[in-house]
């Protein structure tokens, strides 16, 4: 981005404290006072430095990047050649020694050149969208690319970590440096949706690698595989890895050959079919639905939760699309198409009409964007909740929060407004028109709100200002997937 740009992303954050004090009146004044602290960004972005070592870049950071990596420039200028106009442009007068610092010493030519062949070769054949959202596009794949099995650097002057193949970083710092199951999942899905098949699959191998015996996975890994703590197991991990093997595997794209069938043997198949038995069991009770279970809010639950139910749903139809276009996933995948349509009648029979985000609460939360496409055929009633949940979740910074009972601190969630995002796109593309317009305007709230170098982070806080990790893998997936599902309905 250059200087014009970056002032306009100023402007646009101090423009959010205006409203504040006129259109949402007392609401503001609490914000303003309220005992929370708000949110502060703990990274401007990642640089790819010497020895190919992913470093975060300290908050206030500017860096100029060779184009579609994030490999600092050798010269400033290159940073704009064919990109006028791009976030990632961004920079100052000192963007040499910035990245020389956070790219742990100065890149010779030669191994410059070698780190932007690499990220080069990693994006070949990368079909993605146009438009004014293009570099949002470019910006959103180098960084999840970046957080993809990487040698990654801490903040702290650490030993840097190294990550297997396929392994999706949540984040680059702090308590995000962890797989998470939901993230990988989304980054498979968006890797194939722009058409980098070996990236998505080389994903899934990994899940397969960390699932255990029993189909299930838990909610995040170490770089070595391990559980870093006693945090409940998910068990939505186990539908969404399911979900993205669907996509992955060409039975939800179009126009698009499935990918090569040898790399569903071995450890992906066997992950596959026990996936297909994990479903099964989970929905064995006489009312079909799956048990309680945490999911991507993080907290306990004592009910069963919309995201819960949907993933598992959408488990069992992935499994069922695969089985008919040829899949081997045995007598199990041979049952999912049946225990599908139960699983579909229990959630409408126990979520209608509010579709909140608890079983018989009207909550709404964004796993409303689960129960319609792009995921599947709208259940009954849920496109109504759905045309009005993004008023029910908005927060004063422009975004949403995780859901309509979620703290009202101000503070929007990036993978959420994304969320509803892609799922407003494709509802729109189907004749939606008022959704057609939140996806455009969600589209570019979340490209405005990107840090100086653009990267997406985690959240925005009330006045305007990136806060969290930033580049956030699971928001650069969901940004990718509806600015692909958006390009397609134009």
Excluded at 125 to 151: E, K, N, Q, S, Y
Excluded at 171 to 185: E, H, L, N, Q, T
């Amino acid at each position: 981005m250059d200087r014009g740009a970056r002032s306009r992303r100023a402007l646009i954050r101090g423009a959010v404290l205006a409203p504040l004090a006129t259109a949402v009146g007392w609401g503001a004044w609490r914000l303003a006072f309220s005992p929370r602290p708000q949110p502060t960004l703990l990274s401007e972005g990642v640089v790819v430095g010497a020895g190919g070592v992913v470093r975060p870049l300290p908050p206030g950071a500017s860096c100029r990047f060779e184009p579609g990596t994030r490999v600092p420039a050798a010269d400033p200028a290159a940073a704009a050649e064919g990109g006028a106009g791009r976030a990632s442009s961004a920079g100052r007068a000192d963007d040499s020694a910035a990245a020389t610092a956070a790219g742990g010493g100065v890149l010779s030519d030669e191994e410059r050149t070698a780190l932007v062949r690499a990220a080069r070769e990693r994006v070949a054949g990368a079909a993605l969208p146009g438009g004014r959202w293009a570099g949002a596009a470019r910006d959103a794949l180098a960084d999840l690319l970046a957080l993809i099995g990487p040698v990654l650097a801490d903040a702290d002057g650490s030993d840097p970590i190294s990550y297997p193949a396929g392994a999706v970083v949540a984040g680059p710092v702090s308590a995000w440096r962890y797989v998470w199951p939901r993230d990988a999942s989304f980054a498979a899905a968006a890797l194939s949706a722009v058409g980098l098949d070996d990236e998505a699959l080389t994903v899934l191998e990994h899940l397969a690698a960390l699932q255990g015996v029993d189909g299930g996975f838990e909610a995040r890994y170490t770089a070595a595989g391990t559980v870093p703590d006693d945090r409940p197991a998910q068990l939505d991990g186990t539908g969404w890895v399911m979900w993205a093997a669907g996509r992955v595997l060409g039975a939800a794209r179009p126009d698009v050959d499935r990918p090569d069938a040898d790399r569903v043997e071995g450890r992906l198949g066997v992950c596959l079919r026990r996936c297909a038995s994990r479903l099964l069991e989970l929905t064995d009770g006489p009312h079909r639905l799956p048990p309680v279970s945490p999911d991507y809010w993080e907290v306990a639950e004592g009910r069963l939760t919309l995201d819960t139910a949907m993933s598992v749903l959408l488990g069992l139809e992935a499994a069922a699309r695969l089985v008919a276009a040829g899949l081997d996933l045995g007598a199990e995948g041979e049952a999912t198409a049946a225990r599908a349509v139960q699983v579909r009648a229990a959630i409408e029979g126990g979520f209608a009409p509010g579709w909140g985000r608890h079983r018989g609460d009207d909550d709404v939360d964004a796993a409303i964007a689960l129960t319609a496409p792009p995921f599947t055929a709208a259940l009954r009633g849920a496109v109504e909740v759905r045309r009005g949940a993004r008023e029910r979740m908005a927060r004063v910074s422009g975004g949403v929060g995780p859901g309509s009972s979620w703290r009202d601190d101000g503070v929007s969630w990036t993978p959420e407004t994304a969320l509803l995002a892609w799922s407003a796109a494709a509802l729109g593309a189907g004749g939606e028109t008022g959704l057609a317009a939140e996806a455009d305007e969600l589209l570019d709230w979340l490209v405005d709100r990107r840090t100086g170098v653009g990267a997406l982070p985690e959240k925005v806080a009330a006045d305007g200002s990136p806060a969290g990790p930033a580049p956030l893998a699971w928001t650069c997936s969901l940004l990718l997937l509806a600015l692909c599902e958006s390009d397609r309905g134009r």
